[in-house]
C-alpha cells in the first residue's frame, strides 16, 4: 500500500496499491473489500471530497488523478497531473498535487480539471496537506538540499499560500 484515506464519514477506507495499479474499497463496519478500483499506473496519494461523493487517486506513472465516484466505483474521468505526481489534498474546489519531477505543487480545478497554478517547492515534493480554510498548503519533500543528518534540513517543509498567485512562504 502506498497511503490510505477514509471518507469523510468513515465508513470507507480507500487504500492505493503502486505495483498493483489499483485501489482497494474497504468497508470499515466489515473490514472487508467492497470493491477493486483498476488505475492507469503507479496508485500513490488518495484525498476525499469534502462531502464524500468523489475519491480522487493518484495515478504517478501516468502522470494524472482519476476521478473516482463513490458507490459505484468506477473512474468517472481523469485529469492531467504533471509528470510525476505523488501527494493529492482536497483545499475547497482544488486538487492539491505534487509533482516530483519537476519540484513542483499543481492546483488543479477540481470541477474543470483545469490548471490554476503551480508553485515551486523544496525537492522532490511528496506529500501535501491543506488548512481546513484552504488558505495553505504544507508541502513535504523526499530529500534535502542538505545532508540528512541535519535535523532542520530533514524537517523543511515549503509553505505555499493559496490565494491568487500561489505564493511560497518559507
Known amino acids: 500500500p502506498w497511503d490510505a484515506a477514509f471518507s469523510p464519514d468513515g465508513r470507507v477506507l480507500a487504500v492505493s496499491d503502486f505495483t498493483a495499479n489499483a485501489a482497494a474499497i ?7 473489500v467492497a470493491a477493486g478500483v483498476p488505475l492507469a499506473a ?10 464524500g461523493k468523489k475519491l480522487y487517486a493518484v495515478e504517478h506513472a501516468a502522470g494524472s488523478v482519476a476521478e473516482i465516484e463513490a458507490g459505484t466505483w468506477r473512474v468517472a474521468r ?3 497531473a504533471g509528470f510525476n505526481p505523488l501527494g493529492i489534498a482536497v483545499a475547497g474546489t482544488s486538487l492539491l498535487v505534487t509533482d516530483d519531477a519537476r519540484d513542483m505543487l499543481l492546483v488543479i480545478d477540481a470541477g474543470s480539471g483545469e490548471m490554476r ?30 545532508p540528512s543528518t ?7 517543509v515549503s509553505i505555499v499560500e493559496l490565494a491568487e498567485g500561489l505564493r511560497r512562504t518559507d
Open 42 to 51: 503507479g496508485g500513490a496519494g488518495l484525498a476525499w471530497s469534502a462531502d
Open 78 to 80: 481523469r485529469f492531467k
Open 26 to 32: 474497504i468497508d470499515t463496519a466489515t473490514g472487508t
Open 117 to 146: 497554478g503551480t508553485a515551486d517547492v523544496l525537492e522532490e515534493p511528496f506529500g501535501v496537506a491543506a488548512t481546513a480554510d484552504g488558505k495553505l498548503a504544507v508541502v513535504t519533500n523526499m530529500l534535502p538540499r542538505t
Open 150 to 156: 541535519d535535523p532542520a534540513a530533514s524537517c523543511a
